[in-house]
């Protein structure tokens, strides 16, 4: 009620409300690509928002490739250096590359369902 | 062009990324926006470029659009904020220009303003401070609400309205507008 009354005062005008409102008043100014212009900008952002994760991770991966590949390499020479026996006992307790694969698969497939359960 | 309408343009463009709604939703609207930050500015060029960041900056804060005003409400007070902002940008930039001597350039710019043609609404505008104008442009040019206003600057509605009574009378004694009334 108490809004109402509120709203039934403001829209009382006087004469002066009246010529402010003719003097304010404009024609609607035309579009002239002024949206268009807009949305291409918002597109353009959106665009830079998406490429930006892949973007960072290819430099990341070309940055690391090097001293990743140097470390595989460090890390192969340790294993010749060892004994044959000592890494036939570490390779027997390895999981087998079936277990690996079906390991790898329930992991990606769960992943995958939770990814589209959040969508 | 409903409320309703706004309101689901605004759930698509947030919900969905989507770019199209949100472009619709500009040009619903790019008049009333333009029309204002016109008014406030005294300048077309300048007006514009801020309009573009008042959309772009609506684009990043959609979101926060919690639905219970008005959409062009909300916007203008985007638009608002956003004359304010590039404002303080200016006024350090001029204090830069002018802690390094090129007062005349920072001048310049003032004086670009200020050399367009001047109208009936630029004088009875030229009478009113910054946040006066602002309000009187709301509430008369765009139609807004005193609870609309009171959003749009965040302030009590009761302020809103005296800095309306104040605007009038300055407007009133300035322009002598008795003579011109009708109605």
Redesign the interface.
């Known amino acids: 009620m108490t809004s109402k009354i509120?709203?039934m005062a403001?829209r009382i005008k006087d004469?002066?409300?009246?010529?402010?409102?003719s003097?304010?008043?404009?024609a609607?100014?035309a579009?002239d690509g002024?949206?268009?212009?807009?949305?291409r900008?918002?597109?353009r952002?959106?665009l830079i928002r998406r490429l930006t994760l892949p973007a960072a991770v290819i430099a990341g991966g070309v940055v690391a490739f090097k001293p990743a590949a140097e470390l595989l390499a460090a890390a192969y020479k340790v294993l010749l250096g060892m004994p044959d026996d000592l890494v036939a006992a570490a390779t027997g307790n390895l999981p087998s590359l079936q277990l690996i694969v079906t390991g790898g698969v329930i992991l990606l497939a769960t992943l995958l369902s939770l990814n589209m359960l959040e969508e | 062009m409903t409320r309703s309408e706004d309101h689901q343009l605004v759930a698509r463009a947030v919900a969905r990324?989507d770019?199209?709604a949100?472009?619709e939703l500009?040009?619903r609207h790019?008049?009333q926006v333009?029309?204002f930050l016109?008014?406030l500015t005294g300048d077309i060029a300048t007006a514009?470029d801020m309009?573009?960041d008042c959309?772009?900056h609506a684009?990043d804060k959609l979101h926060t659009f919690s639905g219970r005003g008005s959409f062009i409400g909300w916007l203008l007070k985007v638009a608002y904020t956003t004359f304010l902002q590039s404002k303080r940008k200016s006024k350090r930039y001029a204090e830069i220009l002018e802690q390094v001597g090129h007062v005349s350039e920072a001048e310049s710019r003032t004086y670009t303003v200020q050399s367009h043609e001047v109208s009936?609404?630029d004088k009875?505008l030229a009478v009113l401070t910054e946040e006066e104008r602002a309000i009187?442009?709301m509430s008369?040019?765009c139609g807004l609400?005193?609870r609309e206003i009171s959003d749009a600057t965040e302030m009590p509605v009761g302020t809103v309205k005296s800095v309306i009574f104040r605007g009038?009378e300055k407007?009133?004694t300035s322009f002598d507008?008795k003579d011109?009334?009708?109605?």
């Open positions: 509120i709203n403001e004469a002066q409300d009246r010529l402010l409102e003097m304010f008043d404009a609607p100014i579009d002024f949206s268009e212009r807009v949305v900008r918002i597109r952002k959106l | 990324q770019a199209a949100f472009g500009v040009r790019q008049s333009r029309n016109r008014k514009d309009s573009q959309f772009m684009w009936d609404l009875l009187m442009i008369y040019a609400s005193h009038k407007i009133r507008i011109h009334q009708h109605g």
